[in-house]
Nanobody
């Protein structure tokens, strides 16, 4: 059974940094993709970043490019989202999601869309104060 657990959300001032973690279990192989999504109050859930477990390919939403970095540590079964230069508009509940098994050779930017994923975590709150 695939399970995802997010952690690391917190209250931070604008310009600050946070690192979110998505710890996964239930993958027998590295043929997975993990995405980070966020949902602000009254808004639709949007894709932030994604990473392929097979070749490390990453994609970012334009709104976070240059500020956020996604990475994975297979030994710890964890995918991280390093968020720098945070803005009040980054305030949201952040979710990680997994596509497993990965039925494509390479992920594309479509993996920033919710419908690419089969499994979801419960979310972690990030609040950026101005």
């Amino acid at each position: 059974e695939v399970q995802l657990v997010e952690s690391g959300g917190n209250l931070v001032q604008a310009g600050g940094s946070l690192r979110l973690s998505c710890t996964y279990s239930g993958f027998l192989f590295d043929d997975y993709a993990i995405g980070w999504f966020r949902q602000a109050p009254g808004k639709e859930r949007e894709g932030v970043s994604c990473i392929s477990g097979t070749d490390g390919t990453t994609y970012y939403a334009d709104s976070v490019k240059g500020r956020f970095t996604i990475s994975s540590d297979g030994a710890k079964s964890t995918v991280y989202l390093q968020m720098n230069s945070l803005k009040p508009e980054d305030t949201a509940v952040y979710f990680c999601a997994a596509r497993y098994p990965l039925t494509v050779v390479h992920i594309t930017k479509t993996f920033l869309l919710q419908n690419e994923y089969d499994y979801w975590g419960q979310g972690t709150q990030v609040t950026v104060s101005s």
